[in-house]
């Protein structure tokens, strides 16, 4: 018995951390205004994209600012997060909820030097390459949430963030060719 009540302390004690850590109350971002779209980094001539009517309730109640964007071919949804959340979360939650197969695939590091957590997606014969990262203003980034999450709530990095999320396709799923 002593294991578990051991576990359980260690678990509450963990769950307080980023409250009581002094650095979390800077790294709120919550004084700071949105910037614009503009100011986003990603490609500039891209399309806004309205968001659709299950994604503009959630936006509703976001810490920050969620628009979409295309180019025609790839989809970039824009978050723009001024304090630490767990609403910001991997595409691949989004993903599976809407019925996709999500396999991670591995880091990609574009020509720019920036590096992007990847996945690929699967519904029907419909196949996805998803790619993510998160910035902050001083140029430090992350390719996966759960480690900008605790970055930010325990004070290692102030806001506001830029998450974004590239979805492009890969092409079909042939399925015969894999029967």
């Known amino acids: 018995m002593k294991p578990v009540l051991l576990f359980y302390s260690l ?15 800077q790294s709120t971002g919550s004084a700071v205004a949105f910037p614009g779209w503009t ?36 989809t970039f949804v824009v978050r ?9 979360h991997p595409a691949s939650d989004c993903l599976r909820g809407l019925g996709y197969t999500v396999q991670s695939t591995p880091l990609f590091v574009a020509a720019d030097g920036s590096c992007w ?6 519904r029907g014969t419909e196949l996805l390459r998803v790619s993510e990262r998160i910035t902050d203003s001083t140029g430090r980034e992350w390719a996966d949430v759960s480690a ?13 963030w830029w998450a974004i999320t590239i979805l492009e396709p890969a092409g079909n799923l042939d399925l015969k060719a894999t029967l």
């Open 117 to 122: 957590g990847t996945s690929s997606a699967h």
């Open 148 to 160: 900008w999450f605790w970055s930010a709530a325990l004070g290692h990095s102030a806001g506001p």
């Open 39 to 74: 100011s986003a980094p990603i490609p500039t001539g891209i399309s806004n994209v309205p968001l659709d009517p299950r994604a503009a309730r959630f936006a509703a109640d976001f810490p920050g600012k969620i628009s979409t964007f295309t180019d025609g071919t790839r």
């Open 80 to 88: 723009w997060v001024r304090m630490p959340t767990r609403k910001l």
């Open 11 to 25: 678990c509450v004690l963990a769950a307080w951390i980023p409250l009581l850590h002094p650095a979390s109350k």
